[in-house]
């Protein structure tokens, strides 16, 4: 199927099953198809089911993120969502970044989507719009994780350090400074 799981693209799913996307670099010549694995817990050890259908899932996923709805989010080069039989794409709207990959995918407290795109800022979708941010407002450069934590403020990581959202703006950088140690 590959031959290694991405260590990016790993979540437990709302069910406890859990989900681990395969790794870039498909070799055709040993049979890798890519995919997805979705491990099941029963009893005392896990079930395995490849996914491989790429109108459900690409080949391979950067990250996945899902929904109290049970709306699953996978990111490759564009946003997608996968609710059983349902497969359609969902580009992050802004016409200055498309071509670029989106990095990192979360699904904060209240259920809202926040995506980061590569020289794109940080979208946010509230279930009736998108927002975006960028570096103007505040936000770290080239944002390649993101983590909405329990109290709804979203932390996001970038090649310049980390920036944090409080819910009305961002702040960077969003740690103290210690003495010795450059961040």
């Known amino acids: 199927v590959g031959f290694s799981i991405d260590y990016r693209a790993m979540l437990e799913l ?7 996307s395969l790794a870039e670099g498909i070799k055709e010549s040993m049979n ?19 996914v491989q259908d790429n109108k459900r899932l690409p080949f391979h996923s950067r990250g996945f993120a ?18 059983k039989e349902e497969p359609p794409a969902v580009p992050v709207p802004n016409e200055d970044i498309r071509g670029r990959f989106v990095e990192a995918v979360a699904v904060g ?7 980061s795109k590569r020289g794109g800022g940080v979208f946010r979708y509230d279930g009736k719009r998108w927002s975006n ?4 407002d505040g936000l770290v450069a080239n944002v390649a994780a993101l983590w909405c934590a329990p109290d709804s403020t979203v932390w996001a990581a970038g090649d ?4 944090r959202f409080d819910g009305n703006q961002w702040s960077t950088p969003a740690i103290p400074k210690f003495p010795g140690i450059k961040i």
């Open 14 to 20: 709302n069910d406890g099953s859990v989900l681990f």
């Open 32 to 50: 890798h198809r890519g995919g997805t694995i979705r491990a099941v817990h029963s009893g005392r050890t896990f079930d395995y089911e490849v």
């Open 66 to 83: 899902q929904q109290t709805d049970g709306r699953l989010w996978s990111i490759w080069d564009m946003l997608t969502w996968w609710l």
């Open 109 to 115: 407290p209240t259920d809202e989507l926040w995506v």
């Open 133 to 136: 941010y960028s570096t103007e």
């Open 160 to 163: 310049a350090g980390l920036s």
